[in-house]
């Protein structure tokens, strides 16, 4: 118990601590994403509606208006789909679709792009430059058409039906390896500083083997920077799972992630219901600008030379 106390003290004066305390858009954003992501991954305990279980679904209530206009009801307070689901229960099942692609493909891309960058930046020679190549060339492709080329490639290699089964997985790929050039220019970058350390020198002369100094000696001392550019990188993930859902090529509508809510909802955006596309998409917006607010102060934060 003490000890849980000494590290609760610490947390209170550190540095990180009181910059947040007194950041008041770190701490609305923190408020928004908490809530967000309680609402997402525990929806079954929030919402009495279930848009995936067809026995409680009516379609004599699909098309309803949210409940503050004429027509609403009062049980479905953004109103439902052409199904007669819920649109605040849809929502936040899609949502949580989002944010575990997002997070999977961000983690995979940060575990790629780090590896290669901290190995390239330590061992340098023609492998740093067979590493930095494929970086500039890859970055000189859009992520989301590297992602499209990636996703196509795999609906030619396998059937459609397998596609289905696996097309989470193969937008987490799509995804992450499109990601990892930006992961891997930063701890580069940040390991050729660190490398260059007395502490790294002390570890070599004495025996220590290189990938114990890559991992467990320089990789702790190049987070910062790696974090930063994760915790923005997520926001992009997530809109480019959207994008890609958008575009009819991300999970199937049988498991609908914000993207594919927005692309379905657009149908009946100029038949007068409006809601079905426009509150999946403000939800994006809500999420994706939370999290580029609070990866601006992590890196204000943890990279104060960055400061304007």
Known sequence: MD???????????????????????????????????????????????????????????????????????AKFILGTDGQGRDMLSTILYGSRISLIVGFSAIIFSLILGVGLGLTAGYFGGKY????????????????????????????????????????????????????????????????????????VSASTIIGVSNLIIMFKHILPNILRPVLVIGTIGLALAIIAESTLSFLGVGVPPTTPSLGTLIRLGNDFLFSGEWWITFFPAIFLVILAFSINLLGDWMRDTLNPRLKK
């Open 3 to 73: 000890r849980n106390i000494i590290t609760w003290d610490r947390i209170k004066d550190s540095d990180i601590y009181h910059s947040f305390m007194k950041s008041p858009t770190a701490i609305v954003s923190s408020i928004i994403l908490f809530i967000i992501f309680f609402c997402s991954f525990f929806v079954e305990l929030i919402t009495p509606y279930n848009p995936f279980d067809p026995s409680s679904l009516s379609l004599m209530e699909a098309f309803t208006p949210p409940s503050w206009t004429e027509d609403g009801l």
């Open 128 to 199: 740093e430059m067979i590493v930095m190549r494929l970086t500039d060339v890859q970055l000189t492709v859009p992520s989301i058409l590297m992602a499209l080329l990636v996703d196509g490639i795999a609906r030619g290699l396998i059937s459609r039906e397998i596609h289905d089964e696996m097309a989470i997985y193969v937008l987490i790929f799509a995804i992450g390896i499109s990601e990892w050039p930006q992961f891997a220019r930063v701890s580069r970058a940040a390991t050729l500083v660190e490398k260059n350390k007395d502490y």
